[in-house]
């Protein structure tokens, strides 16, 4: 039996220092199953990661040599250098495309995740905060091979964020793990970018599209980041103008890196011709929503302090994907988007630190 | 070679899953050794801790069976189920002294801290904090054994935590690591209550205090937790009534659980006789500093959201030692205790978030 198991069946051993002795897709582990006769919101495809955040000066950036705002790739030796040299931090689950189920999950909607760690502590720390999360989540672990994928995630005074990412075990993350059953439940599979970066994980995201179109269900892209966009431009609009893709998220440099353009307006005209529908994200100055020749626009909400910008997209994505997956409409949706992603950049980390729909129903978003 | 070592020597190697084969304590790797010429302000022996946080509505704390707003011990198997049954966590690195010593770094005191880790991910993770949090950290790391420490902290809506306590290596904390030449070179060797837990550190802590007394330097006592005080309260009575500590830091329900009465000022009489000088704190009521027939009050700090109480009594011995070390006189020293309480309140995790020493800057109580 593969699939989706419930957060009890995650052994705490391996946490605790043992060797890791049990894989999530035990079937004597296995108390409940989530994928039995349950239809879901949005199953994301994405990179399992855990988040090592710090605080730290632009001299530090400079220093290490990274690139501020950017997600930048790094080996095993990098990631000990760069931890040995950062200031202490704050652990919290990550991952683009996890942190936005998460979210949904947040807001009420049924959300399930496929990505890969490892039977190591950090792959614990993942299975055990996503399932936490009220996401269905049953990939097994890799038993070998690279540890789970950790992001050092350096934020500046200003809250903006740099993520330094040991890929690791995202790399074992094949078209075996995407299960049809569960992907023909889904009403949208949302896949990110960022897994054009591990070897075989654009084939997993093929194939889940190619499922999920073939169950009549819609297909949702992230393009993650500005320089994720300039390493595969050409594949990410292929993608779009090829319809394996019907909705995508950008943020506003990341639309702009696309179309290689300067201009805003351009950048979106020629989104509308390439894909049904798109919201993209514009900061402090709220979010567009396409489809055709509509446009939707969305105020950002204030906020007393930028915390951590880390998972203001994965945020906004969920909102969006709740609102639209529960036939609100886009300037709703947009409105839910906006919502999470003011409450996550204000304080450290992506995921949510109280529940979503509370702060919807407080805001008046939702009943 | 024994002694304090830098950030640098520590390998990140457990972190990524390897075999830890490292050892803080191997001279190979010290690049820099704190030890040598060194003067402390505070040296801080304690369980060396991870703290694994979540929210949880009290109706968790009822089903778990935990006392709110205590520290419970609990073994192996306990925090596997209560793991697995809490929502998604955040990790940062905690322990009461050690949260004391970092605070004390943070407003620019030159710490040290003596804790035992095991050399596991989480001894990692803990050893890099504590370190990169610029306190003196050297205690070698235990090769076997139970793994290292970890609180799992449940915080309810009100912002009060709840910790349930995996000893684990701090059990193997023992006489051997009191470093006679260390304790000799801090003004005060500050212990934390919570040592007569595990069973060989209460000699650690006499070693620690009456080393410190021949050489003429103070010895600190938190008082730790109420339920603690009930554990151990012969013993505090004995240390203080002895001499063997000069300085006592506790919180109204530790003081009231250690006289056996309701009445504030009745402990607060009683421990006037008992101890040279204490610093006393009330949450909103401030904090009570006396010293023979001399009381000092100092008021809180307002605050705008109690999110997370875990750390505010460290947090206000961290400001409280630091302005005490510094010769700055009760009133001074409290209000910088206060502040660094009301910082560390408004944040998930014990630890600053930011350098204390900019905060206390910015309330103008640190030119």
Redesign the interface.
């Known amino acids: 039996m593969s699939g989706f198991v419930a957060?009890?069946t995650?052994?705490?051993?391996a946490?605790?220092?043992?060797s890791p002795a049990w894989a999530v897709d035990d079937a004597s582990r296995a108390t409940k199953d989530f994928q039995m006769d349950r239809e879901f919101d949005v199953l994301a495809l994405g990179n399992a990661i855990v988040d090592v955040i710090?605080?730290a000066e632009e001299d530090f950036l400079v220093a290490q040599g990274v690139a501020k705002g950017s997600m930048t790739l790094i080996d095993?030796a990098q990631?000990?250098r760069l931890?040995?040299?950062?200031?202490?931090?704050?652990?919290?689950?990550g991952g683009s495309a996890a942190n936005t189920v998460?979210g949904l999950a947040s807001f009420g909607g049924a959300a399930a995740f496929i990505g890969r760690v490892?039977t190591?502590?950090?792959g614990d720390?993942f299975a055990?905060?996503?399932v936490?999360?009220g996401v269905a989540f049953g990939t097994p672990a890799a038993l070998d091979g690279?540890?789970?994928a950790r992001s050092f995630i350096l934020v500046t005074p200003d809250g903006e964020r740099t993520m330094n990412t040991?890929l690791?075990a995202c790399q074992n993350l094949t078209e075996a793990e995407i299960d049809p059953a569960t992907v023909a439940k889904a009403k949208v599979t949302y896949l990110e970018g960022y897994l054009w970066d591990p070897p075989h994980a654009k084939a997993a995201f093929r194939k889940a599209a190619k499922l999920a179109h073939a169950s009549g269900r819609e297909v949702a892209l992230t393009l993650s980041d500005s320089f994720c966009v300039n390493r595969y431009r050409d594949e990410f609009i292929a993608l779009m103008r090829g319809g394996e893709v019907d909705l995508v998220f950008a943020n506003e440099s990341e639309l702009k890196a696309l179309y290689e353009t300067g201009d805003f307006g351009t950048a979106l005209s020629a989104l509308r011709n390439d894909v049904k529908r798109a919201a993209v994200t514009r900061s402090e100055q709220g979010a567009v929503i396409i489809e055709g020749n509509r446009t939707v626009t969305v105020p950002a909400r204030p906020i007393e302090q930028l915390v951590d910008a880390t998972g203001a997209g994965d945020a906004f994505a969920a909102g969006f994907l709740f609102g639209y997956t529960q036939g609100m409409g886009f300037e709703k949706a947009g409105q839910l988007g906006a919502l999470a992603a003011s409450h996550v950049i204000q304080?450290?980390?992506a995921?949510p630190?109280?529940p979503l729909r509370g702060l919807a129903q407080q805001a008046g978003l939702l009943a």
Do not use: C, N, Q, W
């Open positions: 957060a009890a995650l052994d705490f051993s946490l605790l220092g043992h710090a605080r095993e990631a000990e931890y040995a040299a950062m200031g202490p931090a704050t652990i919290i689950s998460v490892k190591d502590p950090v720390v055990h905060d996503i936490a999360s690279p540890a789970t040991y690791g304080k450290i980390g995921r630190a109280e």
